[in-house]
């Protein structure tokens, strides 16, 4: 509904007296949700922040005939947080609920529909106040928090994009059709939630591996954690791909393997020597690829036998596959390299690791 031109000007002067208090106001929770988010431990995809402009305010307060609108308006300041798996989300809200005071009347969750079988719109929408405000002019003003998840976030950008347009008609096809699209997303949620759990489980077997659980370091790299807690705590930190290396080498050498500064040290010279031979083998193998290819091009232009073709082919095939063959060993290397080299940062006191002077 429009706004009178009289009442619209005065809104406008409002808003404009206070947009600098508004931002302000963004940037504090927006700190203080990242480190909220922080401390618990949690990995999203991003946050957003922003603070709402003149005319979208305006519309809004058209939209929603506000009598006092700089009070009743909940999201001027806005953060949104974007989780990448649907699984975080309720670990999330625990945070925002411990980091910020929840206008439970004005907050509303838009992933529980009344109707099970309908798709669509889906996030968290909390109305918070920050508990101890930097000054007194952020003292009780309110700003929104969405969170929702990556696939969520997706659907609801295009959507906003596509079909939320000012005296836009939506044939039902139209509607039906976003949300079939819902659906296939929440669909694929499940299946990124799935994944990650499964993930987890595998990652949880490699630590209680009785191997891992055997493992030692030296006593002067440790500190106070016990050998099997440091272990633990890097393997619960890092990829699956980066603990099943591990779980590998200490399989192959020995438990007390990754314990011993000495080993380390050796084992990542051995590492990088892989990579530099095999880096050499893929140049010789790659001047030889050039030489084969330019006597394959002087056999095709003399036209000579087909048999002679065939036999430089194959051995175009043989040097193409010791590329890869070395490009696979370097690849396997630098891997191994990188995961003993975030163990390192776990279980070694302030120096450099290969240095091996005392603290």
Known sequence: MPINPDMEQGLRDAFRAKKGIFQSLTRE????????????????????????????FIEKCGRKRYTDPLTQSTDVSGCRVVSNYRIDIDAIEQV???AFVIDEVNSARHDQPSDPTAFGYSSRHFVVTLKEPSNIYLAGLKAEIQVR????????????SLQYKKELDRP?????????????????DDEFDSLRAEATQALMKVVGDPQIQ????????????????????????????DALIIKDIVSEFGPK??????????????????VIQNRLEIDDAETELNRISAEVQRVKDRGELDVRRIRLLADLDAV??????????????????SAIGVLLKHVTRPQSPLQGSDP
């Open 29 to 56: 929770i927006e700190l203080t949700l990242r480190n909220a988010i922080q401390a618990a431990g949690l990995i999203v995809y991003q946050i957003e922040a922003r603070t709402k402009e003149e005319d979208s």
């Open 149 to 160: 998840s990556a696939l969520q976030h997706i659907w609801a950008a295009i959507q906003h």
């Open 96 to 98: 925002i609920r411990g």
């Open 172 to 188: 039902e096809i139209f509607t039906r059709r976003f949300a079939r699209v819902a659906a296939m997303l929440d669909l694929v």
């Open 320 to 337: 193409g596959a010791r590329i890869e063959i070395g490009s696979q060993a370097i690849k396997g290397a630098i891997a191994k390299l």
């Open 257 to 274: 393997s990754i314990g011993s500064k000495e080993w380390l040290s050796s084992y990542i010279q051995t590492q990088k020597q892989i």
């Open 214 to 241: 055997e493992a030692e370091f030296e006593e002067d790299r440790i500190g106070a954690p016990s050998s099997r807690e440091v272990l633990q705590r890097y393997l619960m930190s890092v990829g699956l791909q």
